[in-house]
């Protein structure tokens, strides 16, 4: 089975922290994927990669950036962290587009 | 019209009740239609999905009811289970890319024992 592991299951940062949030998949994946979920809002696409070293912007990609310098490795990251910013962060992965996807655990960031 | 509007939010069902949790959207060039059910604590894992070739589609116990003429679809739970208590989402997405996967709100469903 794919695992897609998050680095943090919990994490509480302080406002203005740069945070970097680690995402790596086992399965050899071409797309992987930042949501953020919040209640009532679904999943939230913030950013996504189809290859190493590109990206393209989500439905939220403010405040956000992405880095995906080898293939199984996906980090978002905060520039300088907000309290609006406190949610359940989820790396996903898979292998082509229109395709299952592999979710990781998740990440709880609280922005104190 | 890129929406996909779930309802409803929240759902009690005791056991052995079938949970019926609705799904909608606009974007015709929308062709593929999963379910993801996510436990506490864990990501959300894919259910069951289906295409507009067909009208239903059943794995075990879950069903996808899909109306393609009113841009609607539908997640049935047969026979449920405490087991099944989780938190649903459905989603749409075009072949082009899977960037533009659009989620629903979600529901969390309950089930009674």
Known sequence: ?112 | QQQVKQSPQSLIVQKGGIPIINCAYENTAFDYFPWYQQFPGKGPALLIAIRPDVSEKKEGRFTISFNKSAKQFSLHIMDSQPGDSATYFCAANGYSSASKIIFGSGTRLSIRP
């Open chain 1, 1 to 112: 089975d794919v695992k897609v592991t998050q680095s943090s299951r919990y994490l509480v940062k302080r406002t203005g922290e740069k945070v970097f949030l680690e995402c790596v998949q086992d399965m050899d994946h071409e797309n992987m994927f930042w949501y953020r979920q919040d209640p009532g809002l679904g999943l939230r696409l913030i950013y996504f990669s189809y290859d190493v070293k590109m990206k393209e912007k989500g439905d939220i990609p403010e405040g956000y950036s992405v880095s995906r310098e080898k293939k199984e490795r996906f980090s978002l990251i905060l520039e300088s962290a907000s309290t609006n910013q406190t949610s359940m962060y989820l790396c996903a992965s898979s292998m082509t587009t229109n395709e299952k996807l592999f979710f990781g655990s998740g990440t709880q960031l609280s922005v104190l």
